[in-house]
């Protein structure tokens, strides 16, 4: 197996807030609909609870985000998904379920600092003052799909890796 690379190597813009790419992380999407274990399986997997409608649970370098009503994207150390996907195979078996490695296929951006909110009004169509910590929300940065969540210290932003340096562009310009 190779060595994982980020997107954009660590591209990182400091102006009206901070941008900088994550990477890389392990995403698991997993979904399925009313699993007896999935609580158990979840917690297994990254040490959260299955999160509420539009939350998101952490525990340390851990999550686990709502997605969908029968969706949810698992976060976690790269280095850990085979171990956290064989805990969920084990804990969901003979039920109906999908439980894919999309690691390779995303980007991770965190915007940072006073300005932070600023610089994401002018990308997503999203109420950001009733955004509170813990709560996500899939949308759009411009004309592409993606997800956010707050946290105290800023927000994080997951997009497709083939349109990792657009979005990253935009944000730096939206921070100028």
Request: net charge positive; aromatic share 6%; proline share 4%.
């Amino acid at each position: 197996m190779s060595d994982p690379v980020s997107a954009l190597g660590g591209a990182h813009f400091a102006g009206a807030a901070t941008v900088r790419e994550i990477g890389p992380l392990g995403m698991i999407t997993l979904r399925g609909k009313g699993l007896k274990g999935l609580d158990k399986a979840v917690k297994a997997a990254v040490g959260t609870k299955v999160p509420a409608q539009r939350r998101i649970e952490v525990a340390g370098a851990n999550a686990c985000a709502w997605m969908s009503p029968d969706e949810y994207l698992l976060i976690l150390p790269y280095d850990k998904v085979a171990k956290a996907m064989e805990d969920i195979g084990k804990g969901l078996a003979e039920q109906h379920h999908l439980c894919v490695d999309v690691s390779d296929a995303r980007a991770v951006f965190r915007i940072e600092g006073p300005e932070a909110v600023e610089v994401l009004r002018k990308l997503v169509p999203v109420d950001l003052d009733r955004l509170d910590a813990g709560e996500m929300r899939r949308s759009r940065a411009a004309q592409v799909a993606c997800a956010l969540w707050r946290d105290d210290a800023g927000f994080t932003l997951v997009a497709f890796r083939s349109v990792a340096r657009y979005v990253f562009d935009l944000l730096a310009n939206a921070a100028r």
